[in-house]
C-alpha cells in the first residue's frame, strides 16, 4: 500500500517557515466520484423490495444454511477492503487508452479473442494497482464515455497491463447491471459497481442499492437465479443449498436503531431491509465487498477506512446484525 501523505504543507515566507495543514475537504474533491447509480435507474439494484415480498418456501433452510456457513468459516461476516474486493479508477477524457493484453493465466490453452478487441484500449489512469489477493480484481470506469471495463487476475508487467478475465460494457447507463454472459469479473457476471459498498455512501453510512454477498458453498452451478447469468457453486445434491444469484433481505420488522451495532452495521442492515442482498460468489467465508482504498491510496490520499471503521476490524462491523432473521426471496425474483 503506498505510503500516507503528510496532512500539512510547508511554505517559506519572509525566511520563516509555517505548517499549514491540508483541509480533509480539499482531499475529498480532489477524488473523482463515481455516480449512486451507474446502472440504468430501472435495475434490480437500485428498487427498494416491497415490504410484502413473496417469501421462499425453503427461507427457513436457507436460514439455517446460511448460519451454518457463518458458524463453521471464522464465525462471522467480515467485509472485504484491500483484498478481494476492487479499486475503481474514474477516467477521465484526458486519460490515456492502453492496451490490456489477456493471458491464460488458467492453463486453459485457448483466449477468447473478443477480450482482446474490447481491451484494445483502456483508460487505465498511470496510478492504477489491482487489489491485493490472487484475484487481483480492478475497475476502470469512464463517464464521459459510458464504459466500464472490470479485470480478473490483473497485472503489470514491465510497464504493459494484462488481465486473466472481465469485461467491457458500454453504454452502462442503460445496462440492467448484468454483464452479457459470459463476461465480468464476480462468477455470477454481476459487476462490482452493482454490489460493492462505495467508499462515498460508507462515509455518508447511506446505502441505496443491492449488496452483493459472497458464501462458501452455493449449490451446484446448473442451479441459477436471476439475476445471475452463470455459477461457480459447487455443492452438489444439497437440497437445503443456497444458488448464486437467489436474493435475501433482512425482516422488515427488526428495529435496527435498537441493535448494539457499529453505526456502519447499522447502515449496512437498513440497507438489507429495503434493498437486501444478492448472492454473487463463492469465497473462503461469508463476506460484503467494499470499495478497495487503493482507489485513493495510490494518489497518495489518505485510507479513509480508517475513519470509517474507527477502531473496529472490519470482520467485527456486522457482530450485532440478526442473521437468523433473514428471509429469502423465490427464485428468479424480479426477473422481468
Known amino acids: 500500500m503506498a505510503l500516507l501523505p503528510s496532512r500539512y504543507a510547508k511554505f517559506a515566507m519572509l525566511g520563516i517557515c509555517a505548517i499549514m495543514p491540508v483541509p480533509p475537504v480539499a482531499l475529498a474533491q480532489s477524488v473523482p466520484k463515481v455516480p449512486a447509480q451507474v446502472f440504468s435507474p430501472e435495475s434490480f439494484w437500485y428498487k427498494p423490495l416491497p415490504p410484502d415480498a413473496p417469501i421462499h418456501p425453503n427461507s427457513n433452510l436457507f436460514v439455517r444454511e446460511f448460519l451454518r456457513q457463518k458458524r463453521s468459516y471464522y464465525g462471522t461476516v467480515s467485509i472485504n477492503t484491500v483484498k478481494y474486493a476492487s479499486p475503481v479508477y474514474v477516467a477521465d477524457e484526458n486519460t490515456q487508452g492502453v492496451v490490456v493484453r489477456p493471458w ?175 448472492v454473487w460468489d463463492q469465497a473462503g467465508s461469508i463476506t460484503l465487498r467494499a470499495e478497495n482504498p487503493k482507489s485513493r491510496t495510490t494518489r497518495n490520499l489518505p485510507d479513509p477506512f480508517d475513519d470509517i471503521f474507527g477502531a473496529t476490524p472490519a470482520y467485527a462491523i456486522l457482530e450485532g446484525f440478526p442473521w437468523d432473521r433473514l428471509q429469502f426471496l423465490p427464485m428468479d425474483y424480479g426477473k422481468p
Not at 442492515?269 to 434493498?275: L, N, S
Request: proline fraction near 7%; glycine fraction near 10%.
Open 104 to 278: 491464460d493465466c488458467q492453463k486453459k490453452g485457448s483466449i477468447d479473442p473478443s477480450l482482446a478487441e474490447k481491451w484494445k484500449s483502456v483508460p487505465i489512469p498511470a496510478y492504477a494497482q489491482p487489489a491485493d489477493g490472487t484475484d487481483a480484481e480492478m475497475t476502470v470506469y469512464r463517464p464521459a464515455t459510458d464504459q466500464i471495463w472490470e479485470f480478473w487476475v490483473a497485472r503489470k508487467i514491465d510497464g504493459a497491463w494484462e488481465a486473466c478475465w472481465g469485461g467491457r460494457m458500454d453504454k452502462a447507463s442503460g445496462n440492467p447491471g448484468i454483464w452479457p454472459f459470459p463476461y465480468g469479473t464476480t462468477a455470477t457476471g454481476l459487476p462490482f459497481l452493482g454490489g460493492q459498498l462505495s467508499i462515498d455512501e460508507l462515509m455518508k453510512k447511506k446505502i441505496n442499492h443491492v449488496m452483493g454477498i459472497s458464501l462458501v458453498k452455493a449449490v451446484k452451478a446448473s442451479v441459477v437465479s436471476w439475476p445471475a447469468n452463470r455459477s461457480d457453486g459447487d455443492a452438489e445434491n444439497d437440497k437445503n443449498g443456497i444458488p448464486e444469484g437467489l436474493r435475501f433481505r433482512l425482516d422488515p420488522a427488526v428495529d435496527v436503531d435498537s441493535l448494539k451495532m457499529h453505526p456502519i452495521g447499522k447502515a449496512i442492515a437498513r440497507a438489507a431491509q429495503i434493498y437486501g442482498f444478492v
